[in-house]
């Protein structure tokens, strides 16, 4: 198994930056890898919706369109850590925010919810105006 732990959250103003980071620590015994981590968000009453993935062995990357070219993932493979820059925030980004993982093999629906077994608990972010 795989514990994700986000950090980052926050309110901002729109207009505004805010990164986001979840740190990915192996419980014993548990050796496979992760292949891809993600970011998902979510507000109440609407399904949770994928935000940007990221491969962990060649760092390419898929965003949903309304963040493309705002938001940034990242990966600091050292230190088990996937980042996201969140830069241009408007008030529809207000969500908790997801931070995602998984071991299965690399596929191209990155949005789906049932391809990552892992997940952190989550962590809020607020756009005022």
């Known amino acids: 198994q795989v514990q994700l732990v986000e950090f980052g959250g926050g309110s901002v103003q729109a207009g505004g930056s805010l990164r986001l980071s979840c740190t990915a620590s192996r419980m014993s015994g548990y050796t496979n890898r992760i292949n891809y981590m993600a970011w998902f968000r979510q507000v109440p009453g609407k399904e949770r919706e994928g935000v940007a993935r990221i491969v962990t062995g060649v760092g390419s990357t898929d965003y949903a369109d309304s963040v493309r070219g705002r938001f940034t993932i990242s990966l600091d493979n050292a230190m088990n850590t996937v980042y996201l820059q969140m830069n241009g925030l408007k008030l529809e980004d207000t969500a908790l925010y997801y931070c995602?993982?998984?071991?299965?093999?690399?596929?191209?629906?990155?949005?789906?919810?049932?391809?990552?077994?892992?997940w952190g608990q989550g962590t809020q972010v607020t756009v005022s105006s």
């Open positions: 995602a993982a998984s071991d299965l093999p690399y596929g191209a629906a990155w949005y789906r919810r049932a391809i990552y077994p892992f």
